[in-house]
């Protein structure tokens, strides 16, 4: 419908009153904000220049909570501690140099640790805080806070740092923490900007450092505001991050000290305690240990060279790093593939008179007139080596190593702790592989007595002990939970071997322990309720010569200590309903049944009462000497707090 002229004209009034009146708005607001510009940029500009000065906003990390780390029981194994530190920000500093000489007329500090601070702060990232001091009292924090605007960029902090309650019980099992170094960062494939804070503390050895990453935890941040000195304002917001998970270990701390405790009589030995119903490391113990507490912070080179410089190797772990012969106590192993194979009855008898003899040369019996006739359990308990020569050459290497597989030798189990070794298992093919050679009948020979190529841990006896007792292919497991959860228990599965056969050899090692003549009756337990089964082993380190041994061969405790025999023991108990299985290697402490099976004995009755065994355990005529052997260890109260004696 067409409009009207004078519609058409009323409209047209209308749209330009309109436009007149937004136009107008549009001006006005504009001629605000140009005088409100005009006022801020001219009128007021010094005063917005100096709030910006005066005030900037910085963001910084939160290092994270680290993990805490519990024994079975829940005893505390690695804790954090306040640690009140002094720290500097080099781009809030300006002259680093002057800051520093006004912060020296307020507090002490040490020349080398402050010379390795001003490296740290050319080296990182002006933004990046840097410590100059730490482990200060809060006195010296204090003095420092109250001094603030004196000292810009520098400020007083509060943070974490590691301790280890139970010392050097857990050295080598937790392992420790130290302050992050070129080193870890080269050859850590991690990009977390944790890793950029200097001295934050990373794992260096044991579950630490396996286990890092789950430990460290997530970082946080906050913002902060300061002024042009450096002082902080203001906190404007802050995240916590997430904590690291909190690990339960399978250890008993009491179980742990005691075994340490035990085998530090032996200058230098190891010995590892499995529970063979589910696989649990109960204790793991190497001697000697040190404090991890002094790795802590970064060991003095004074006290790294007493350790490296030790005969005794006190930074090894020698229970899952440690690869010795196992003599003896592998004889099991020959025999359980012989009767698998049907190449031996438990009756046949096989006559010793003191050697074996191969082509020119003579394998010797460690019992120089040897042992007459034996059969398959007084093999064992005499611990006839003419014996397992016999059997070596029947059954072959290839079917002895493929038993010995089967209980934990020759492998390496995934446990987080630092070169746990796999020891060697060989056979015909390894020893084509590694030395291009052709197996002989004399390496099976010296196999079958656990000597020549064949290595193993003292882990991987326990293991081997382990699965002895029960029968099963169980796995030897470190980590009870993580962050609450359970960890799986594996290998809890049969062997697939006669039951018969392995009720055999357990009658065997039942009667090294408990019978009068057995090489292990010394060190057997006297409380019918506990009875062990053990095995005892020496292993020698040099050749003995044919000069010599017309002669007659040296002793041990005439040789120099580095050349004298390994000494080893294995053993379960309870013997009718196997609970722990225990092994104990000490370095050359010489004849394996007196000097590793009473340790063995010890450890093993500790574990069965669950604390110091009562005299009642031991032969009437042991009594005494345990007493007084049981009243010179350093133990731990029952709260894991100082060392005490207890009878």
């Known amino acids: 419908m067409r409009q009207s002229p004078r519609d058409t004209e009323t409209s047209s009034r209308r749209i330009s009153r309109r436009a007149l009146v937004l136009g107008g708005l549009q001006t006005g607001m504009l001629g605000v904000l140009g005088w409100r510009m005009h006022q801020m940029q001219v009128d007021q500009a010094d005063q917005y220049r100096l709030l910006a000065d005066e005030n900037r906003i910085n963001m910084r990390l939160i290092a994270p909570a680290r993990g805490l780390i519990y024994d079975r029981n829940g005893v505390a194994l690695a804790e954090n501690a306040q640690n009140y530190r002094i720290v500097i920000v080099r781009e809030d500093a300006g002259d680093v140099d002057a800051a520093i000489a006004r912060l020296k007329q307020l507090v002490d500090l040490d020349p080398d640790e402050l010379e390795r601070a001003l490296r740290e702060v050319e080296r990182r990232s002006p933004f990046v805080p840097v410590t100059l001091t730490d482990q200060r009292a809060w006195e010296d924090v204090a003095e420092v806070a109250v001094n603030a605007p004196a000292l810009p960029g520098i400020t007083p902090d509060v943070g974490l740092t590691r301790n280890y309650p139970m010392g050097a019980d857990f050295a080598h099992i937790v392992g420790y923490v130290g302050p992050v170094s070129d080193y870890d960062l080269d050859r850590m494939d991690d990009d977390d900007p944790l890793l950029q804070i200097p001295k934050f503390q990373i794992g260096k050895t044991g579950v630490e450092n396996k286990l890092e990453r789950d430990l460290r935890g997530k970082a946080g941040s906050k913002r902060i505001e300061v002024n042009a000195a450096g002082r902080v304002m203001r906190e404007l917001g802050r995240d916590e991050g997430i904590p690291g998970s909190d690990l339960q270990l399978t250890i008993d701390s009491g179980l742990q000290n005691f075994t340490q405790a035990r085998l530090s009589l032996g200058m230098s030995a190891a010995g590892v305690v499995m529970d063979v119903r589910n696989g649990d490391l109960l204790a793991i113990g190497s001697a000697p240990a040190f404090d991890p507490n002094k790795f802590v912070r970064g060991i003095s080179s004074v006290d790294y060279s007493l350790l490296t410089d030790n005969i005794y190797r006190p930074l090894a772990n020698k229970a899952v790093q440690g690869a010795y012969p196992p003599g003896s106590t592998f004889k099991m192993m020959v025999t359980l593939a012989a009767l698998e194979a049907g190449e031996v009855t438990p009756d046949e008898t096989i006559w010793c008179g003191g050697y074996t003899k191969v082509g020119n040369r003579r394998f010797h019996c460690w019992k120089r007139g040897g042992h007459g006739h034996v059969n398959l359990e007084e093999s064992l308990q005499h611990s006839c080596d003419v014996y397992y020569f016999d059997l070596a050459q029947r059954v072959g290497i290839d ?218 355990s031991y032969p009437s005529y042991q009594r005494d000497e345990i007493r007084v052997m049981q009243e010179s260890l350093p133990l731990r109260g029952a709260e894991g707090g100082e060392e005490s004696s207890r009878a």
Do not use: C
Request: hydrophobic share 40%; charged share 20%; aromatic share 6%.
């Open 399 to 616: 079917r002895i190593a493929a038993m010995a597989r089967r209980f934990g030798l020759g492998s390496h189990f995934d446990l987080p702790m630092s070169a746990v070794t796999a020891g060697i298992m060989p056979d015909k093919a390894w020893k084509t592989e590694r030395y291009g050679q052709d197996w002989r009948v004399g390496d099976s020979l010296n196999a079958a007595i656990g000597q020549g190529y064949v290595l193993a841990s003292p882990l991987q006896l326990a293991v081997m002990n382990a699965r002895l007792a029960s029968g099963t292919a169980i796995e030897p497991r470190l980590v009870k939970s993580e962050g609450g959860i359970e960890t799986e228990v594996r290998g809890a599965v049969s062997l697939g071997l006669n039951e018969n056969h392995l009720r055999m050899v357990r009658k065997g090692m039942y009667a090294v322990s408990n019978t009068r003549r057995g090489t292990g009756y010394g060190a057997r337990i006297a409380d019918d309720t506990m009875l062990m089964a053990g095995k005892s082993g020496t292993s020698q380190v040099r050749n003995i010569t044919a000069a010599e041994r017309a002669r007659g061969v040296t002793s041990n405790a005439d040789l120099p200590w580095e050349r004298r025999d390994h000494a080893l023991f294995v053993a379960f108990a309870p013997y009718e309903n196997p609970r722990y299985a225990v092994s104990v290697v000490v370095e050359h402490g010489g004849g394996g049944s007196s000097v590793a099976g009473p340790i063995a004995r010890d450890i093993l009755l500790y574990a069965l009462h669950g604390g110091l065994p009562p005299l009642e």
